[in-house]
């Protein structure tokens, strides 16, 4: 006869438990496994999202990615734990909770490690001064205006920081919040509008590719710890000696041991980066930027991402809802996210319309290419989770950056569409 599992969770008996049958309508349960419990999770998880997608077929303005991203916030402590506090305690009790957390970092760190590899620096050098201009407008304009946000946010109520937080790290944190591309989000919305591998598609990805150094480079200069300087600098020149070696090794190898090889230098950055101080996305993230895409088949790679998404990121989104917190008030929360929100998109706006002016695109060429670069969910969601890791925000924050990047995001595809139609010439402008 198969053995069972020991480990038991006391919260079922508890909350199941039944005095009087007639005057309490709910059902006596009997003691299930962690297991048990953790599958139960695993199948709303999945279950859930889908359903919402396909029955309301909210593809057009909320593709798959956002309605996991969407569901994982209702079934957190801010909507359903407010709602069925026992079943939220029963289905998502700590137990369950921490294995949901070790995918969900496994999952984010390829994921970001994919959006690493993917950089194209080389064509982003080959049109240096457009992708430059274009790059550092689209990234600095909206960072000034996040940062004024953050600033008026701190003057009205300081429990927006986080106790570990110190002021100029809220503000530049909160401001890069506001400038984030989320570049394989941004792959995904831009297959899905066919112009992926149009050039202004690729011209799209060399501005967002730029960009997204900036970010994780802001964001280890925001968590350096001088206390903990002596192991950064160690990781910092390790790192550029073992990439040297690693990249020698990479050459030699075939493809299939290469996909092997580099999960495991994917692991061993985090590890040290993590034991750093840098935290372990920063280490994933250069794990992949140190990479080429030419190693591998660009057709398994958008497979690899694209199966990363289907099963193993949903678990991340959850974990991201459970963090979701209405404390300071939901009218607040959702104040401080249409202020974000407001910041981020006539900032995103402004600065590729700058840009646009300098090298002389043509009329509504910028407007397709700031709205596009407005795409925000995940590299955004992985970016607060940081700083909230860390401390350097509160929750409340937290969830009123994950708003905005949500909102965001489901605004790309409705607006650009239109513009494409009307500007079809501008899809195939090489520069």
Not at 19 to 30: D, E, I
Not at 123 to 129: F, G, H, N, P
Not at 212 to 237: N, S
Request: proline share 3%; charged share 15%; net charge positive.
């Amino acid at each position: 006869m198969r053995a069972r599992p020991q480990v038991r969770t006391q919260a079922c008996c508890a909350v199941y438990k039944i005095n009087n049958s007639l005057k309490n309508p709910r059902q006596v349960m009997h003691a299930v496994t962690i297991t048990e419990i953790f599958l139960i999770a695993m199948l709303i998880i999945f279950t859930v999202p889908y359903l919402i997608w396909r029955l309301f077929r909210t593809d057009y303005w909320a593709p798959l990615v956002v309605v996991q991203i969407i569901t994982g916030i209702l079934l957190g402590p801010g909507v359903l734990g407010a709602a069925f506090p026992d079943y939220y305690q029963f289905v998502f009790n700590p137990q369950v909770i921490q294995a949901l957390n070790g995918i969900a970092w496994w999952a984010v760190m390829i994921f970001v490690w994919i959006a690493g590899i993917e950089l194209d620096l080389k064509k982003a050098w080959e049109y240096k001064r457009e992708s430059g201009i274009t790059a550092g407008l689209a990234l600095g304009t909206p960072l000034l205006f996040g940062c004024v946000a953050a600033a008026i946010l701190l003057s009205i109520s300081d429990g927006w920081m986080g106790p570990n937080g110190m002021t100029w790290q809220f503000i530049v944190g909160v401001g890069m919040a506001c400038a984030v591309t989320a570049l394989p989000i941004l792959i995904l919305l831009m297959e899905k509008m066919e112009i992926l591998r149009q050039p202004i598609g690729q011209r799209i990805l060399r501005y967002a590719s730029l960009d997204d150094i900036a970010i994780w480079g802001v964001l280890a200069l925001i968590l350096l710890d001088w206390e903990r300087i002596g192991r950064q600098g160690i990781f910092l020149l390790s790192f550029v000696v073992a990439s040297y070696l690693f990249r020698k090794l990479m050459l030699a190898l075939q493809e299939r041991d290469r996909w092997y090889i580099g999960f495991i230098w994917l692991a061993l950055c985090g590890l040290l980066a993590d034991w750093a101080g840098l935290h372990f996305m920063v280490g994933a993230f250069l794990a992949g930027a140190v990479m080429d895409a030419e190693w591998f088949n660009q057709e398994d790679m958008d497979k690899l991402r694209h199966f990363v998404l289907l099963i193993i990121m949903p678990v991340f989104f959850l974990s991201t809802g459970l963090r979701t917190n209405w404390e300071v008030g939901g009218i607040a929360v959702f104040a401080a996210a249409a202020v974000l929100l407001l910041a981020q998109a006539a900032g995103k706006l402004a600065g590729v319309h700058l840009a646009g002016r300098v090298l002389k695109w043509e009329k509504g060429e910028a407007s397709i290419i700031g709205w596009l670069l407005q795409t925000k969910a995940l590299i955004m969601i992985i970016f607060a989770n940081v700083l909230l890791d860390k401390q350097i925000i509160t929750s409340e924050t937290f969830t009123a950056l994950l708003i905005m990047a949500v909102v965001s995001t489901m605004m790309t595809v409705p607006i650009v569409t239109p513009k494409l139609k009307q500007l079809a010439a501008v899809v195939h402008r090489s520069k």
